[in-house]
């Protein structure tokens, strides 16, 4: 028996970042919105665990434990006192190491096919809490749509969102570390008053009214300028996808890949092929979101 599940990709209309912690996090109010870029995880019975991987960039995934996929085998295993004896083959469509949680869709997916394939019947709860467990934006990989993480991203509040959203993503030729722009973001603001992270009212209010030009003109990301900082080149992909008609250009999360809202998918295909003219990013990909969570695709 195998099991497949396939898992969306994320972009953050929203990341209001608040200082470092004492224990080294920083607490967030992450506006996620799922998008129909997707992983798929396939699980069968092996004599030990391990995990392989296909797709753009595959070479870039670990083959470990310390894989999302492999820790979320083990984490199951371990409390429902089993042997984590699966192999996990990993479709990659999301993009390694981009800012839009292709590691946590990882994650999530394999969490929800080793339950589907052991019969453990974790209730969504004790999913969750495992998510949690194995990081911040684990948990919304399997709940998708649209959601509001506090704390450290992992507290979710799902969101109404009224229509849907066409997106262009270029891809940048060099991955972004997510704890060196955290790094960056606090050296940025060091000696600064950095206010408590709230999520916006006017963005919300976008979401739920499926208003893309609202939604352009409330999106936002406090860790924009550390990856900027970090990654300079990107500057020049947000204008270029500005001048081809987006209605608003951010740095996805925490990078590289930047995000472009459009108004349609007429319009999406313009910014994507003039953001490939344009010699700024080494691909560009169109999705629309909300997309569902986690979901078992094929068993048997």
Known sequence: MSVTVRVPAKVNVQLAVGAARTDGFHDLANVFLAVGLYDEITVTPADELRVTCEGPDADQVPLDRTNLAARAAEALAERHGRSPDVHLHIAKDIPVAGGMA?????????????????GTGASRDELLEI????????????????????????????????????????????????????????????GMDIPDPVASGELLAALAKGDPDALAAAVSNDL??????????LAGTLAAGRAAGALTALVSGSGPTTAFLVRDPESAAAVAQALLASGTCRTVRTASGPAPGATVAAAG
């Open 224 to 233: 924009q300028p550390a990856a900027l900082s970090l990654f300079p080149e």
């Open 102 to 118: 292709g590691g946590s869709a990882d994650g999530a997916g394999a969490l929800v096919a080793c339950d589907a394939l052991w």
């Open 131 to 190: 998510c949690a467990e194995l990081g911040s934006d684990v948990p919304f990989s399997l709940v998708g749509g649209a959601a509001l993480g506090i704390g450290r991203g992992e507290q979710l509040t799902p969101l109404e969102v009224g229509g849907t959203f066409q997106w262009v993503f270029a891809m940048a030729g060099r991955g972004l570390s997510t704890p060196a722009v955290f790094r960056e973001f606090d050296r940025l603001g060091e």
